[in-house]
T-cell receptor, first 113, second 117 residues
């Protein structure tokens, strides 16, 4: 069974640009969530999508957005990039039943210069 | 407010020693789930164990064991007979259910485990 797949793995962007990250969940998983990991703030929840609807949102500015498609694949977008957006962005997927294991992808390493 | 606290920043051990990682959580939910993840330098969060709030039976899985105590809101994790491959950052995480937010994990700050030969 394929795991959670994130693309791209590494990318470098310039301040002011925007970036789109993609996540393909494990087959059959309908919940997809995104996390940002930085050395200073640790692992922080960005948002969660379930059946194409955003169900939860973390405390991030509106520059961070996401969406989920009918096949459960998800994308997150960061507009007007700032240096502080440099981070590892992790995607996770899980089945719809509470308490099931939440599986993570390998992450996308974003560097903003 | 921080809901998951991992007070140990780094633990260094020699191979074959046991390592116990502490985790204290805070929640008002009666039903919740606790997880431990391992993060090697590659970045991927690898699932290790999960426990639900209504089952306090402690278990052992291979070299891993955990001690869940609701009375003290603790969910400690032990690696027995550590190996160099166990070197990684370990995260404790909480999933709360009563606000329909079970898909959201709240993580502790992580504990770096260094196992030397």
């Amino acid at each position: 069974k394929a795991g959670v797949t994130q693309t791209p793995r590494y990318l470098i962007k310039t301040r002011g640009q925007q970036v789109t990250l993609s996540c393909s969940p494990i087959s059959g998983h309908r919940s997809v969530s995104w996390y940002q990991q930085t050395p200073g703030q640790g692992l922080q929840f960005l948002f969660e999508y379930f059946s194409e609807t955003q169900r939860n949102k973390g405390n991030f500015p509106g520059r961070f957005s996401g969406r989920q498609f009918s096949n459960s694949r998800s994308e997150m977008n960061v507009s007007t990039l700032e240096l502080g957006d440099s981070a590892l962005y992790l995607c996770a997927s899980s089945p719809e039943i509470p308490g099931n294991t939440i599986y993570f992808g390998e992450g996308s390493w974003l560097t903003v210069v | 407010a921080q809901k998951v606290t991992q007070a140990q920043t780094e633990i260094s051990v020699v191979e074959k020693e046991d390592v116990t990682l502490d985790c204290v959580y805070e929640t008002r939910d009666t039903t919740y789930y606790l997880f431990w993840y391992k993060q090697p330098p590659s970045g991927e969060l690898v699932f290790l164990i999960r426990r639900n709030s209504f089952d306090e039976q402690n278990e052992i899985s291979g070299r891993y064991s955990w001690n869940f105590q609701k009375s003290t809101s603790s969910f400690n994790f032990t690696i027995t007979a550590s190996q160099v491959v166990d070197s990684a950052v370990y995260f404790c995480a909480l999933s709360e259910t009563e606000t329909d937010s079970w898909g959201k994990l709240q993580f502790g700050a992580g504990t770096q485990v260094v196992v030397t030969p």
